[in-house]
């Protein structure tokens, strides 16, 4: 960077991050239970009430690279970027009617995992292993993309720490973030990013504030903000004649997005360790303020614009390196007096380190129960299933530093993009696994290789540099996100199947009873 290298923000963002790592490892003592044990390590004991319940799933759900990449889309590609906003609001129906019932029924049976009850309701390992495995590979390049935040943030600042190794840039601030992230985990399991996750919404809740303040008046206000967007940036594309357009794709991407996210790891991980299912309840209710704090947050993509920050010398650097997404780092150093940067950056790191903590806990829960207590040690104790789930923690944060350290950013985005058409694929045998048990396991497992299959050539077709995948239906083009379509032939091939199957299948087991949903 050519913009000078700031003390005061630097010695505020180094005091909140040395605050939060004492957090980490204090949170081993908070609401106390026998780490040793999977469900107390890798789910809190199930023990977080309301209010810490919704600081940890807003810091699991909106994470930094949701800080970094939204206002970037915004700036790059303009209203297309504002999908994450309805996406979001759609998912808080979806949370208050079908993940209480998840909740009570993984609650009177021990289950940890959403592969526990897909393996209790329908009996078939086979699919509890695709379940665990659709997870743990979608979540990965989530985890790296997390790093992607405190990359862009140590870029900003200045700081040029760094090492060769065997040809290879290793930002040392980026291993040092990884070590304490790791140390705390190990220690403390989920009550380290559940207590840190406060600490960070505040700090994120607090820019937010400065921002919509400070910027627009440094701007003219809304009015000249708004104005200064290209026209083509307010609204989406125009349809041309024979085709849906841009709004199929806008509306199926928001679909379907709301549709994956709770099907992910670290989500479900989230409700699981609610100390009721009035709690989950009461956080749908309570959740639609972090979208509203989104709305806003997407915004700064437009006040970028309006500050011409994109075209400041100083920032030529940041935006060669990384793109649109140095777009926030250099609106705040623009904007805010040195301090507020200081929190600012320290909110955003520790909103990378909060959900890539609960991710590679949520994959390591996956492994430790689904595949080593399954597969290789069926008679493990707690103690060393417990162990195995730290261990496998530590190897997922280490996988997440060597995919931004060694391969192309790319790469993450790649399998990102990816991990969302994939994680959808489980939603037959999960979701609607909590009402029916009528779909045969073996035609949910033909239907989630159809979805899998199609899903990743639809995105290959696309040079997986998008998933807008274009349908033609009756002589009209319609453009659809990738994990829809994908979806709609799973449920396609599950239901003929299961109505294939079950002409001829005898009684199946299974392991829950209709009253552990309620």
């Known amino acids: 960077m050519t913009h000078a290298l700031d003390r005061t923000a630097i010695a505020v963002f180094v005091a909140l991050l040395a605050a939060v790592t004492l957090l980490g490892f204090v949170a081993a003592r908070w609401k106390r239970g026998d780490l040793e044990k999977l469900h107390e390590w890798g789910l809190g004991g199930r023990r977080f009430g309301t209010v810490v319940s919704w600081f940890l799933l807003g810091g699991d759900l909106y994470t930094a690279y949701t800080f970094v990449a939204v206002p970037a889309l915004m700036f790059g590609a303009g209203a297309a970027g504002f999908f994450a906003v309805p996406y979001v609001t759609l998912i808080w129906p979806i949370l208050f009617v079908a993940f209480p019932r ?10 940890v995992t959403a592969a526990d009850f897909v393996r209790g309701r329908f009996q078939n390992r086979i699919l509890a292993l695709a379940v665990a495995l659709t997870g743990i590979v979608a979540t990965m390049p989530y985890i790296a993309l997390q790093l992607v935040g405190i990359e862009v943030v140590i870029a900003a600042f200045g700081l040029h720490l760094s090492a060769n190794v065997a040809g290879l840039t290793i930002q040392l601030p980026l291993v040092i973030a990884f070590v304490i992230l790791a140390a705390y985990d190990f220690t403390s399991g989920l009550r380290a990013p559940a207590m840190i996750a406060v600490v960070k919404d505040t700090l994120i809740y607090a820019t937010v504030l400065a921002v919509i303040i400070i910027i ?21 594309p125009a349809a041309p004649a024979g085709s849906l357009g841009a709004s199929s794709a806008y509306a199926t991407l928001a679909l379907g997005s709301a549709l994956a996210l709770f099907l992910y790891p670290h989500s479900m991980t989230g409700i699981l360790s609610s100390s009721g299912r009035n709690v989950v309840k009461r956080n749908a209710i309570a959740m639609p ?4 704090a989104l709305g ?3 915004l700064m993509g437009f006040m970028a614009i309006a500050s011409g920050v994109g075209s400041m010398p100083e920032y030529a650097a940041g935006f060669k390196a990384f793109g649109p997404n140095f777009v926030v780092p250099a609106l705040l150093l623009h904007s805010f007096p040195p301090w507020l940067v200081g929190v600012a950056f320290a909110g955003i790191v520790i909103g990378a380190l909060v959900p890539a903590a609960i991710m590679s806990i949520a994959t390591a829960n996956l492994f430790a129960r689904n595949i080593y207590k399954e597969y290789f040690n069926p008679r493990c104790s707690d103690a060393q299933e417990s162990r195995v789930a ?25 399998l990102q993009l990816l991990g969302g058409i994939w994680i959808i694929q489980t939603l037959p045998c999960v979701m609607l696994g909590l009402y029916t048990r009528w779909l045969h396991p073996r035609a949910l497992l033909t239907g989630w290789l159809a979805g899998i299959a199609t899903g990743t050539w639809m995105a290959s077709t696309l040079s997986f540099k998008s998933a807008t995948f274009v349908l033609h239906i009756a002589g009209l083009a319609v453009p659809c996100y990738a994990a829809v379509s994908s979806l709609a032939l799973n449920l ?6 299961s109505a294939v199957f079950n002409v001829f299948a005898g009684t199946r087991r299974d392991e829950t009873l209709a009253e552990d949903y309620l």
């Open 289 to 292: 303020a972090y979208a509203f």
């Open 102 to 111: 998840l909740w009570s029924v993984c609650h009177k049976r021990g289950y």
């Open 296 to 298: 806003l947050i997407a």
């Open 492 to 497: 396609a091939v599950s239901v003929v199947l």
């Open 216 to 236: 627009p008046g440094e701007l003219g206000g809304y009015g000249h903000i708004f104005a200064s967007v290209a026209p083509a940036k307010l609204l989406l």
């Open 390 to 414: 730290k261990i496998a923690s530590l190897i997922v944060k280490a996988g997440g530093l060597v995919f931004i350290i060694g391969l192309p950013q790319t790469y993450a985005i790649v």
